[in-house]
Each structure stands twice: as structure tokens, then as C-alpha cells.
């Protein structure tokens, strides 16, 4: 489950970060970062972009290491969503996380990506799903 993106469509050019930060009303850091990978192909240089954000992992890291239960899985939707009201900031899930998905914002509060939880709820996709000129983006719900 989760957002998944297929590099040889995205071309990196941030129409979902965009949508991202408009639908949730963030400045950055980001929730959903594009990575830029340069390979060689046949003799020649090409690049590969990918739209990068919580992945909603099977086996959550950033989940088990936490002390107050504050990042869980939404039940309904499999979603993994965090909960400010009993987090501590300690930080531990933010270290977890091997993708750097989960991280404090310039006001020290842990934030990720929620999947658009309330979107997806409703029968909607993502925002950055809904807002890939390519169709990159795929979600796959639970």
C-alpha cells in the first residue's frame, strides 16, 4: 500500500510537492521531496526523478521506537498517520525512519506524510497522485 512512483514517467517537475504543500497549507521542509539520480545508459547521461514520501511501511520503524504511541496505522485505510497530541518530540521516530520521511518542521513538531487520509476516506486519490501531469504517481490503497 502507499504512494509508489514509476521513475521513468516522473520528470521531476514538482507538481506534486506543490500540490502537497497547497493541500496541507506547509511551507518546506517538504513532506514530498523529488530525488534526482543521474546513470548512464548506452554512453550517454540520463537522469531519473523520484517523488519521494513516507512510504506507509509494512514494519514501521518510525512507529515501533516511538514511547507514546504517537505514529500509528489507521485501521480503515492502512495509512500510517501521526498524532501531535500525545508526542513528546523526542525525535526517535524521526531517526527511524531510513527514508528521512519523518522530520521536525521549523516549529520542532514531528511531521509526515498522511497519505491525504481524509482524501483517501472519501473514495479520492492523493493530492500528488491527482496532480501528476505524467500519472508518475500511483496509489495503492490498503
Do not use: Y
Request: glycine letters at 8%; one cysteine or more; hydrophobic letters at 35%.
Amino acid at each position: 500500500m502507499g504512494i509508489h512512483c514509476e521513475v521513468r514517467k516522473c520528470t521531476g517537475c514538482g507538481a506534486c510537492a506543490v500540490a502537497c504543500m497547497d493541500e496541507k497549507d506547509i511551507q518546506p521542509p517538504l513532506l514530498r521531496k523529488i530525488v534526482r539520480k543521474e546513470r548512464v545508459e548506452g554512453g550517454e547521461l540520463q537522469l531519473d526523478f523520484n517523488s519521494q514520501s513516507c512510504f506507509h511501511c509494512v514494519t514501521t520503524r518510525c512507529a515501533t521506537v516511538c514511547p507514546t504511541g504517537s505514529i500509528l496505522r489507521d485501521t480503515e485505510t492502512g495509512i500510517v498517520i501521526h498524532d501531535n497530541a500525545p508526542c513528546i518530540g523526542c525525535g526517535k521516530c524521526a531517526a527511524a525512519c531510513p527514508f528521512g520521511a519523518v522530520f521536525f518542521d521549523v516549529n520542532h513538531v514531528i511531521q509526515k506524510c498522511d497519505g491525504c487520509i481524509d482524501r483517501v476516506r472519501r473514495g479520492l486519490v492523493p493530492v500528488c497522485v491527482e496532480s501528476c501531469p505524467q500519472q508518475a504517481l500511483e496509489w495503492e490503497p490498503n
